[in-house]
């Protein structure tokens, strides 16, 4: 079992920037692949940002890339989300998630252990 933890969410102003963390429990943690979801209200969730297992392969959601930087320190069992120049289009709650393989999915439906979302607001 798999325990997320996220935390770094707030209001910020638009061109601002926020570092989200994700804490997991779990002896596991450095051999599964994790993953960055948003969901604004109405929308549907929406991958962000994925990162392998050891931390070397990454890749982005057209909408952040050049904004995002996904990153992991197995030693602390925590993955990052350092975003920049925020956008109010940027507001939305965020979810880490892991699923059990070394590698990322796009796919929501891929993942088995969710956090429970931590809220970024972005004002104009």
């Known amino acids: 079992q798999v325990q997320l933890v996220e935390s770094g969410g707030g209001l910020v102003q638009a061109g601002g920037s926020l570092r989200l963390s994700c804490a997991a429990s779990?002896?596991?943690?450095?051999?599964?692949?994790m993953g960055w979801f948003r969901q604004a209200p109405g929308n549907e969730r929406e991958f962000v940002a994925g990162?392998?297992?050891?931390?070397?392969?990454?890749y982005y959601a057209d909408s952040v890339k050049g904004r995002c930087t996904i990153s992991r320190d197995n030693a602390k069992n925590t993955v990052y989300l350092q975003m920049n120049s925020l956008k109010p289009s940027d507001t939305a709650v965020y979810y880490c998630?892991?699923?059990?393989?070394?590698?990322?999915?796009?796919?929501?439906?891929?993942?088995?252990?969710w956090g429970q979302g931590t809220q970024v607001t972005v004002s104009s």
């Open positions: 998630a892991t699923r059990r393989s070394q590698f990322y999915s796009h796919f929501g439906r891929d993942y088995d252990y």
């Open positions: 779990g002896r596991t943690f450095g051999r599964f692949a």
């Open positions: 990162i392998t297992w050891s931390g070397t392969g990454t």
